[in-house]
């Protein structure tokens, strides 16, 4: 069988992605209705962290112990990669002893050449340009509380982020319409923004991109490694906050995203994050649930 990998989301077709979707929806009712349920069991999956982590490292480290496989933890200080060995000879070691491999890591293009030379999938769980496993969470939790999301308009607000680029990937993956307002010179990728023209708008204002939109998102202006323009991107994006009053310019089912940790009262105001709008609690609840129908898909296959 040919490994897949899981780099980006559009590494699944969209029908691969809607299966691990649905399959996300079912894996939780499974563990909530304490049904034991070990597809995984004396699996490995070896979990790379270069960047920090609280999301995706207890989502990923419950997620095979409740599949009955164990997670093993590397930082960079933990492994040759730290101390310059090269990305293809570690992927070819650690793939030959573990059964998958999660990488949180810099630049795209480790988890590009890690993959090229693993011989167990890899998956991403986050690099300064995408966050796929963040999206299948996001669309889970946007599924359970309003169905489809096939046709809607969402908004991305603030950096064009890794997390954006991961939207426009999912605007194209999913049939959604992206509006994304940010100021002039924090755009995402210019190839994706291209590649994706026909279902993105961009926007300078939040009151124009809110407008019937049915999903709105954001994120810190600051990501991890950024903190040294904390002051600068203050600047740029004082326009930027969500709060309740901008919220109610979107569809009145509307409902607000964002990926955790927040900086209350910067990207959003504390009032929104506690509005009944917002399911920030549960969308970071799912990323566990995502990612162990991600890994069944990967490892053994969806079941019928």
């Not at 480790?110 to 011989?119: D, K, R």
């Amino acid at each position: 069988m040919k490994i897949r990998h899981f780099l980006t989301l559009r590494d699944l077709s969209p029908a691969e992605l809607d299966s691990v979707i649905n399959r996300a929806i079912e894996l939780k009712r499974i563990l909530r209705d304490g049904e034991v349920y070990e597809p995984l069991k004396n699996r490995v999956m070896s979990m790379i962290f270069e960047k920090s982590s609280t999301r995706t490292r207890v989502s990923f480290e419950a997620g095979m112990a409740q599949f009955g496989g164990h997670a093993m933890f590397l930082s960079s200080r933990d492994t040759q990669l730290g101390r310059g060995e090269p990305i293809s000879d570690s992927a070819r070691v650690i793939s030959s002893m573990v059964d998958v491999v999660m990488i949180r890591t810099h630049g795209h293009e480790i988890v590009e050449e890690f993959a090229e030379n693993s011989s167990v999938p890899v998956i991403n769980a986050l690099t300064n340009e995408y966050h796929p496993c963040q999206l299948l969470a996001d669309m889970q939790t946007y599924r359970e509380h309003r169905g489809s999301i096939q046709g809607k308009t969402v908004t991305w607000v603030g950096d064009g982020n890794n997390m954006c680029n991961s939207y426009i990937n999912a605007a194209r993956q999913f049939d959604f319409h992206l509006n994304i307002a940010c100021p002039e010179g924090f755009e995402p990728m210019a190839e994706l923004l291209e590649e994706n023209k026909d279902r993105i708008s961009i926007f300078r204002t939040l009151e124009e991109a809110m407008k019937d939109s049915h999903l709105v998102v954001t994120d810190v202006w600051a990501s991890m490694g950024q903190e040294e323009e904390q002051k600068e991107r203050e600047e740029a994006f004082a326009g930027y906050q969500v709060t309740t009053e901008l919220m109610d310019l979107a569809d009145k089912d509307a409902i607000f995203m964002h990926c955790l940790p927040a900086h209350r009262g910067e990207e959003v105001s504390a009032e929104m994050m506690d509005d009944p709008r917002s399911v920030v609690f549960d969308e970071a609840e799912n990323r566990l649930h995502a990612q162990k129908a991600l890994l069944e898909f990967l490892l053994v296959g969806t079941p019928e």
